[in-house]
């Protein structure tokens, strides 16, 4: 639904060139949400920006929905005719939500319908009935600052809708919110996305709405796409810096003899009782260090730091028996920790596996 090739972008500020691009190969496929994470600065926005033209690239293609938009584009700084009519049809929405505080919920909806030259009675009834599918029927009269920020959110998502999109641009839509109404947010583009088959390419910092709402996602560093793929194919990369980041684990060996791994679980193999398997076939001690587990797209998925006693050599067995059972095992790199060394026992495993789940990556 989505793709660029090749797609860079370079600033000229003050004599100085910025590479904000730097060739940026992204495939959205059809009604999927889709996000982008990264640093600030690595690029989001003025990838997103590209995707809709509203920043011009400097080289590379950029096409939505079978439209070459940037062959729209033509040669000028102003967007011809084509290219506006192929813009309605990308909704945006943004972080600060660009509502105009002199207009009403309303009228600032019926602004795009006003601008693609709708009557006045047909931009009514669909400001209206765009009002009433994020939730704010109630609120067509008033204005901006009238309400809380998760309601302003909604009418500028209300407002991204009016020309009936197939896509949908989100930029950092969440970041001014409080966790309760971003969660509520990001429900409401998640049922717009399976009511009206909106296809959502999202930019975030926050790996928790890549977690919440992501069927796939894309990790951007220095204007580059560093990985890429639907989520469970992430969590089974070994090595993905994503699926560490989705789902964090730490905690080190408890002493010189212990092998630490990580065992990555989705789709059936997360279901199946393998741990104890495990324990029971070998008759063998297992401790979990840490662990964070999730339901992504109705999916159990997760990774589990766990400790073997015996080095590395004397676990290739049980490794393998893990490894036929469908999981992801990597063996981890960790020295014994000083506090472990000194204070072996349990009390020293459960200090370091508690805090885990919540670990964010921002
Ligand atoms: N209009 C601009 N002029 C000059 N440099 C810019 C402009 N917009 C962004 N940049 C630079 O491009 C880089 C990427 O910025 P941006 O796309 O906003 O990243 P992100 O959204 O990930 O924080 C940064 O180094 C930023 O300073
Ligand atoms: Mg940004």
Redesign the pocket.
Known sequence: MITTTGLTKV?R?RGRE?T?LDGVDLHVREGEVYGVI??????????IRCVNLLERPTSGTVTVDGQDLTALAGPGPRAGRQLREARSRIGMVFQHFNLLSSRTVQDNVELPLEILGHSGRERSRKALELLDLVGLADKAKSYPSQLSGGQKQRVGIARALAGDPKVLLS?EATSALDPETTRSILQLLRDLNRRLGLTVLL?THEMDVVKTVCDSAAL?EN?RIVESGTVSELLATPGSELAAALFPVSGAASGEDRTVVDVTFHGDAATQPVISQLSRTYNIDISILGAAMDTVGGLQVGRMRIELPGRFEENVVPIGFLRERGLQVEVADTAPAPAATTVPGPAATAAVSAPVAKEGAK
């Open positions: 600033y500020s910025i904000a990264g640093q600030s600065g690595a690029g989001k926005s003025s990838l930029d930019i951007m204007g």
